[in-house]
């Protein structure tokens, strides 16, 4: 079992930028990818970007440029870097693990463990 805490949400403005961690704990020899969704008040949760264990990354369309993300050796901290911050960035962002690195990551069936969020708001 992997429990995942994040953390570093906050109000920015238009441009700002921001940095979430996400702290995992628990079995983490079981995880070979971890990745960030974020979910707006009224739609359904997309993803944002996702790590393998050696470092191969992919990200949205819509955040290529402007995050990135990251994680230490030990698959114990991921982290999402956020720049140039726009009002559509507002939303809950959930951390994800998974047992492996999928084409597939952005379906939701493709993570095995879920923090309970952090809010991002970006305001004009």
């Known amino acids: 079992q992997v429990q995942l805490v994040e953390s570093g949400g906050g109000s920015v403005q238009t441009g700002g930028s921001l940095r979430l961690s996400c702290a995992a704990s628990?079995?983490?020899?079981?995880?070979?990818?971890m990745g960030w969704f974020r979910q707006a008040k009224g739609k359904e949760r997309e993803g944002v970007g996702q790590?393998?264990?050696?470092?191969?990354?992919t990200l949205a369309d819509s955040v290529k440029g402007r995050f990135t993300i990251s994680k230490d050796a030990t698959n114990s901290i991921l982290y999402l870097e956020m720049i140039d911050l726009k009002p559509e960035d507002t939303a809950m962002y959930f951390c994800?693990?998974?047992?492996?690195?999928?084409?597939?990551?952005?379906?939701?069936?493709?993570?095995?463990?879920w923090g309970q969020g952090t809010q991002v708001t970006v305001s004009v």
């Open positions: 790590i393998s264990g050696d470092g191969h990354s």
């Open positions: 628990g079995y983490t020899g079981s995880i070979n990818a």
């Open positions: 994800a693990a998974g047992r492996k690195f999928s084409s597939d990551w952005l379906s939701e069936q493709e993570w095995n463990s």
